[in-house]
């Protein structure tokens, strides 16, 4: 069963193959249905817009960046967290989401950072996930003009989130990590298509 199988509060951008999906860390893939739980306790969706990506899907990426075609920058293939290099390629050490309003509205990141914000102050809060020996911290993207972006990296961080995001931010430690149940689900999850239409930025990072 897919990740995103009857999550509450968490679609997926059309387009996205399962493998995108089934290639995000494991490990992430419980994070963020939190993430979508914690995102429907406040009247928000969230949308995934990215997951796991491979050379050339990354390498588009990067010509588009370069070429000043895309609003996020975009790394080189081989080096992003969406490639995987810290787990061979294997798996995916980012993700990127997409804030969606109860009317299936898209909230732009320029116009409601400050909520993007406190979903960053969640990711932040929560604990390193280990790969391959090394222990990786959460990153939100917001700290490099890339806020639909949620990774991993390390060392770990040592500064604040920034401050364009003032005191809004909730206390994520009391908000559980809630790992997927494994009973069957008949939520649907289809993307609506307003939801689609929406969901037009995409992170590059
Ligand atoms: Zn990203």
């Given at each position: 069963?897919?990740?995103?199988?009857?999550?509450?509060?968490?679609?997926?951008?059309?387009?996205?193959?399962?493998?995108?999906?089934?290639?995000?860390?494991?490990?992430?893939?419980?994070?963020?249905?939190?993430?979508?739980?914690?995102?429907?306790?406040?009247?928000?969706?969230?949308?995934?817009?990215?997951?796991?990506?491979?050379?050339?899907?990354?390498?588009?990426?990067?010509?588009?960046?370069?070429?000043?075609?895309?609003?996020?920058?975009?790394?080189?293939?081989?080096?992003?967290?969406?490639?995987?290099?810290?787990?061979?390629?294997?798996?995916?050490?980012?993700?990127?989401?997409?804030?969606?309003?109860?009317?299936?509205k898209f909230l732009k990141t320029a116009s409601y950072f400050n909520i993007y914000c406190q979903y960053g102050a969640y990711w932040e809060n929560l604990p390193p996930i280990t790969?391959?020996?090394?222990?990786?911290?959460?990153?939100?993207?917001?700290?490099?003009?890339?806020?639909?972006?949620?990774?991993?990296?390390?060392?770990?961080?040592?500064?604040q989130l920034p401050s364009s995001c003032g005191t809004t931010a909730p206390l994520p430690s009391q908000v559980p990590i809630i790992v997927q149940s494994t009973q069957p689900s008949?939520?649907?999850?289809?993307?609506?298509?307003?939801?689609?239409?929406?969901?037009?930025?995409?992170?590059?990072?």
């Amino acid at each position: 069963m897919a990740f995103t199988d009857g999550v509450e509060g968490l679609s997926v951008k059309e387009g996205l193959t399962s493998e995108n999906l089934d290639r995000v860390h494991p490990e992430l893939q419980d994070r963020v249905q939190s993430l979508a739980t914690f995102a429907a306790s406040m009247g928000y969706r969230i949308q995934i817009n990215s997951g796991w990506r491979s050379y050339t899907e990354q390498n588009y990426l990067y010509q588009q960046s370069i070429a000043r075609k895309s609003k996020y920058p975009a790394a080189k293939p081989g080096t992003s967290k969406h490639n995987g290099p810290e787990t061979n390629f294997q798996y995916s050490l980012a993700i990127d989401i997409n804030i969606i309003d109860s009317n299936g509205k898209f909230l732009k990141t320029a116009s409601y950072f400050n909520i993007y914000c406190q979903y960053g102050a969640y990711w932040e809060n929560l604990p390193p996930i280990t790969v391959n020996g090394t222990d990786y911290y959460p990153e939100w993207g917001g700290r490099f003009s890339d806020p639909v972006h949620y990774g991993y990296r390390t060392p770990k961080l040592t500064t604040q989130l920034p401050s364009s995001c003032g005191t809004t931010a909730p206390l994520p430690s009391q908000v559980p990590i809630i790992v997927q149940s494994t009973q069957p689900s008949n939520k649907p999850t289809e993307v609506a298509a307003a939801e689609v239409a929406a969901a037009k930025t995409i992170c590059a990072g």
